[in-house]
């Protein structure tokens, strides 16, 4: 019992100073309002949910990047079933995980798929190194294929 605890413990702290983010597989369905409704007007708005296509690093101001292209500085590194990238900041940078949402992506070899809807993730001033995977989740008999985006970071 006291190694097994030893070992949590190790472990704990190994893991102590990282950040782990994870982007939904699904962006659901909700409600918009519209700010430029003309008047006699009475209809709802409705974003529709959207799956994951794609996942970028993003240095910079929030939101300051419609179309990732600034973002991925570092060219992906392909793996089995998706890629890569590594992304090294300074302390004083502000900086994003950019989890996007309706795509078209058809293949892994597809790293820049703009989507309709993206979610931004703050990454914690202090960390200074990122590893982002993104991968390709098959399903048998399933088309298109289901996609996953976890970003590791640490100081």
């Known amino acids: 019992m006291r190694k097994l605890l030893f070992a949590a413990f190790v472990l704990s702290g190994a893991t102590a100073g990282a950040q782990v983010f994870k ?5 659901p369905n909700k409600e918009a ?3 430029e409704i003309p008047q006699g007007h009475k209809g709802s708005g409705l974003i529709r ?6 996942a970028f690093i993003y240095i910079g101001k929030l939101h300051s990047d419609p179309n990732g292209f600034e973002a991925m500085q570092v060219v992906p590194k392909k793996v089995k079933d998706g890629w890569d990238t590594e992304d090294n900041f300074t302390p004083q940078d502000t900086k ?3 989890c996007v949402y309706g795509g078209d992506r058809s293949s892994v ?3 820049r798929t703009n989507g309709m809807i993206e979610w931004w993730e ?3 001033p202090d960390m200074t190194h990122c590893i982002l995977k993104f991968r390709e989740v098959k399903q048998l ?4 294929s289901k996609w996953t985006a976890v970003a590791t970071c640490k100081r």
């Open 23 to 27: 982007c939904p597989e699904s962006y």
């Open 33 to 35: 309002t519209l700010s």
């Open 49 to 54: 949910g959207a799956r994951l296509s794609n």
């Open 96 to 98: 994003w995980l950019v």
């Open 109 to 111: 070899g597809q790293p």
């Open 122 to 124: 703050q990454i914690d």
């Open 141 to 144: 008999y399933r088309s298109p």
